[in-house]
């Protein structure tokens, strides 16, 4: 009887071991590295004059994976594929906070997120280096879900 508990024993300790969860952010950068499924709401306030109107349907890419190195792909053909695409960046900042970032120079889309359970939340804010103060930047609600990459 004394064998039959210890291997029921082993089996529970072995068999069923612990799956480490992934922690973005909180857990470092070698835990916030991989692949996310975007989720992303309309533009606020919306694009409203003709220049801009068409800016309304952005979205960056998803999935996109942030790389170890710092790096974001795919690129986002932002404007399409008449203009070069966006070349994407993360870091982390304060023990709670990622920042994903594509440059275009003169103006810039900034995504800040936060940890919500197994998730990342927050919003995305196209940024215009001749912007006043009195204008809105037009932001965006955005949610990132770790998935595979494959």
């Given at each position: 009887?004394?064998?039959?508990?210890?291997?029921?024993?082993?089996?529970?300790?072995?068999?069923?071991?612990?799956?480490?969860?992934?922690m973005?952010v909180?857990?470092?950068?070698?835990?916030?590295?991989?692949c996310?499924?975007?989720?992303?709401?309309?533009?606020?306030?919306?694009?409203?004059s003709?220049?801009?109107?068409?800016?309304?349907?952005?979205?960056?890419?998803?999935?996109?994976?942030?790389?170890?190195?710092?790096d974001?792909?795919?690129?986002?053909?932002?404007?399409?594929t008449?203009?070069?695409?966006?070349?994407?960046?993360?870091?982390?900042?304060?023990?709670?906070?990622?920042?994903?970032?594509?440059?275009?120079?003169?103006?810039?889309?900034?995504?800040?997120?936060?940890?919500?359970?197994?998730?990342?939340?927050g919003?995305?804010?196209?940024?215009?280096?001749?912007?006043?103060?009195?204008?809105?930047?037009?932001?965006?609600?955005?949610s990132?879900?770790?998935?595979?990459?494959s």
């Amino acid at each position: 009887m004394r064998v039959s508990f210890l291997a029921f024993f082993a089996l529970g300790l072995f068999g069923c071991g612990v799956q480490r969860v992934r922690m973005p952010v909180t857990g470092g950068r070698k835990a916030t590295a991989g692949c996310y499924r975007l989720s992303f709401r309309p533009w606020e306030p919306a694009f409203s004059s003709e220049q801009t109107a068409h800016l309304g349907s952005l979205t960056p890419p998803s999935p996109i994976q942030l790389r170890s190195n710092g790096d974001v792909a795919p690129r986002w053909a932002f404007l399409g594929t008449g203009f070069n695409s966006l070349l994407g960046s993360w870091e982390l900042r304060r023990p709670d906070s990622l920042i994903v970032i594509w440059d275009a120079g003169e103006m810039w889309i900034e995504m800040r997120l936060t940890p919500l359970a197994d998730s990342l939340s927050g919003y995305t804010t196209i940024l215009f280096a001749h912007m006043g103060d009195s204008e809105p930047a037009p932001s965006a609600a955005v949610s990132m879900v770790p998935v595979s990459c494959s």
